[in-house]
């Protein structure tokens, strides 16, 4: 998959250093696996969540939320937000109250 664009996981590993280790992981993986589907892409992070229009992958132990959206068809990851786990709960709230 063209992951599109790893500028955001490194200004994210340049501000919270420990998850870079993690972060380049999930990149290398996404990298190298053309996901067929959603089906597909839980074979290989089991933890991963779809809510519409976003795939959401904990990273880390849970410590870290990475967002993206797949476009299956155009082997494309979108990444939009590279979160920890408190500001991605903070992102959850407005998500849900349609604020985003």
């Given at each position: 998959?063209?992951?599109?664009?790893?500028?955001?996981l490194?200004?994210?590993?340049?501000?919270?250093?420990?998850?870079?280790?993690?972060?380049r992981?999930?990149?290398?993986?996404?990298?190298?696996?053309?996901?067929?589907?959603?089906?597909?892409l839980?074979?290989?992070?089991?933890?991963?969540?779809?809510?519409?229009?976003?795939?959401?992958?904990?990273?880390?132990?849970?410590?870290?939320?990475?967002?993206?959206?797949?476009?299956?068809?155009?082997?494309?990851?979108?990444?939009?937000?590279?979160?920890?786990?408190?500001?991605?709960?903070?992102?959850?709230?407005?998500?849900?109250?349609?604020?985003l």
């Open positions: 998959m063209h992951v599109i664009s790893i500028k955001m490194r200004e994210f590993w340049r501000k919270h250093p420990q998850s870079e280790k993690v972060l992981e999930w990149h290398t993986i996404v990298k190298h696996v053309e996901f067929r589907d959603f089906s597909h839980k074979e290989y992070f089991n933890s991963a969540d779809y809510v519409p229009p976003y795939t959401i992958f904990d990273v880390a132990g849970n410590n870290y939320r990475v967002v993206v959206i797949v476009r299956y068809k155009f082997k494309k990851v979108f990444v939009q937000h590279v979160m920890t786990h408190r500001e991605y709960d903070d992102w959850n709230k407005l998500y849900r109250k349609g604020k």
